[in-house]
T-cell receptor, first 112, second 116 residues
Framework: GQNIDQPTEMTATEGAIVQINCTYQ??????LFWYQQHAGEAPTFLSY????GLEEKGRFSSFLSRSKGYSYLLLKELQMKDSASYLC?????????????FGRGTSLIVHP | GAGVSQSPRYKVAKRGQDVALRCDPI?????LFWYQQALGQGPEFLTY????????KSGLPSDRFFAERPEGSVSTLKIQRTQQEDSAVYLC??????????????FGSGTQLSVL
């Protein structure tokens, strides 16, 4: 597999900023995805990074460093509705497959 | 349709029964993926279709699992002689692009399968 590693759980306070890290090992990196999944619901797309740097979309930003095998998702001005699981997925062409492989997800709990 | 639709939403099966799970992708989407998600885990890849062609079935856990997409739209995942370890949420996702340029997957809400 792609050895994708994310923290299992994080907690944060409403209004604060939280950074969710994802590290991975690939032999042919070809893109990293972040998805949000509320309990019992479908994962929904947040971001896609294929080049190094930071991409910002409103309150959410995603960063990628290919040389370090590292990405993070930054959530600003946290709201209670941001409590969810955040899934990091990587596409690795080294194994001959274009299939996105998911990490186990980070469960974020936002409290008042 | 507006999104990816999966049915049934919940399925309870007795061990040994066969089940069929349906996925209606977004109209016109080329790629269709099936994933299996156990409680507290990320989705695990099962199989991939590009139009009607099943290009990758490396994730299917055993020969009891079979998937098809005969006309390049609706897909069915069939599990024969279900076992308790098959209990999980089965997610379907589709994408407008072909496998080598997928940038965004659209997921259905999944079918939660419980095998008793």
């Amino acid at each position: 597999g792609q050895n994708i590693d994310q923290p299992t759980e994080m907690t944060a306070t409403e209004g604060a900023i939280v950074q969710i890290n994802c590290t991975y090992q690939t032999s042919g990196f070809n893109g990293l995805f972040w998805y949000q999944q509320h309990a019992g619901e479908a994962p929904t797309f947040l971001s896609y990074n294929v080049l190094d740097g930071l991409e910002e979309k409103g309150r959410f930003s995603s960063f990628l460093s290919r040389s370090k095998g590292y990405s993070y998702l930054l959530l600003k001005e946290l709201q209670m509705k941001d409590s969810a699981s955040y899934l990091c997925a990587v596409r690795d062409l080294g194994g001959g497959s274009y299939i996105p492989t998911f990490g186990r997800g980070t469960s974020l709990i936002v409290h008042p | 349709g507006a999104g990816v639709s999966q049915s049934p939403r919940y399925k309870v099966a007795k061990r040994g029964q066969d089940v069929a799970l349906r996925c209606d992708p977004i109209s016109g989407h080329v790629s269709l993926f099936w994933y299996q998600q156990a409680l507290g885990q990320g989705p695990e890849f099962l199989t991939y279709f590009q139009n009607e062609a099943q290009l990758d079935k490396s994730g299917l856990p055993s020969d009891r699992f079979f998937a098809e997409r005969p006309e390049g739209s609706v897909s069915t995942l069939k599990i024969q002689r279900t076992q308790q370890e098959d209990s999980a949420v089965y997610l379907c996702a589709s994408s407008l692009e072909g496998m080598d340029s997928v940038e965004k997957l659209f997921f259905g809400s999944g079918t939660q399968l419980s095998v008793l």
